[in-house]
């Protein structure tokens, strides 16, 4: 079966940085667009990043210039490099895969991780 495991998460200081890991299995991962999502208490889980199966890449506004999506592909992985973080990045973040349209949109996806904290102090 599919399995998405993120890691990396923690507490870091405003301005600090942080590296989110999702290690896919069970699917051909070079074949499957992978996205980063956030859900903050209380809120929906919304888009942060995406990556296509080609290379293409989108982000949500409120994350440009700060994070950045990779993939590895040999290595079945999907990286979140998150710089110049701010208190309000914090937020429970999910990886995604899937295969179709609509890289940020959240219904699109068919398979998620269980996610991974990230939490920022001011």
């Known amino acids: 079966q599919v399995q998405l495991v993120e890691s990396g998460g923690g507490l870091v200081q405003a301005g600090g940085s942080l590296r989110l890991s999702c290690a896919a299995s069970?699917?051909?991962?070079?074949?499957?667009?992978m996205a980063w999502f956030r859900q903050a208490p209380g809120s929906e889980r919304v888009f942060v990043a995406a990556?296509?199966?080609?290379?293409?890449?989108n982000y949500a506004d409120s994350v440009k210039g700060r994070f950045t999506i990779s993939r590895d592909n040999p290595k079945n992985t999907v990286y979140l490099q998150m710089n110049n973080l701010r208190p309000d990045d914090t937020a429970v973040y999910y990886c995604?895969?899937?295969?179709?349209?609509?890289?940020?949109?959240?219904?699109?996806?068919?398979?998620w991780g269980q996610g991974t904290q990230v939490t920022v102090s001011s």
């Open positions: 995604a895969a899937q295969r179709g349209i609509g890289l940020s949109i959240k219904g699109k996806y068919d398979y």
């Open positions: 069970g699917l051909t991962f070079s074949r499957y667009h």
């Open positions: 990556i296509a199966w080609t290379g293409g890449i």
